[in-house]
């Protein structure tokens, strides 16, 4: 099982990324899939997740959207307006408690 979301990303204050990931399908069928970040010093928190409905975290929402292509198991983070503190490392994952392994993630510059 390996979650696809590696690499890095950069921008400038303002800019846009769009991260995807591709799942396993045995993840991706077992419900909610979720974009998380880990802030440098500060713990992983979920950043969007999709499954029956979309829910956005408060301090992303308007920014960032997240959708799903379930023929490919691939979720898809649209970041737009990024500021520095949306810098991090970039993971998705299940949303239930069965996971995957996290992986390398994305890691995402914001630059002033």
């Known amino acids: 099982v390996q979650l696809q979301a590696s690499g890095e990303a950069w921008c400038r204050l303002g800019g846009s990324l769009s991260l995807s990931c591709q799942a396993s399908?045995?993840?991706?069928?077992?419900?909610?899939m979720g974009w998380y970040r880990q802030a440098p010093g500060k713990q992983r928190e979920l950043v969007a997740s999709i499954g029956g409905d979309t829910n956005i975290a408060d301090f992303v929402k308007g920014r960032f959207t997240i959708s799903r292509d379930n023929a490919k198991s691939m979720v898809v983070l649209q970041m737009n307006s990024l500021k520095p503190e949306d810098t991090g490392v970039y993971y998705c994952n299940a949303v239930g408690p069965v996971k995957s392994p996290w992986g390398q993630g994305t890691l995402v510059t914001v630059s002033s």
């Open positions: 399908r045995i993840i991706f069928s077992r419900g909610p």
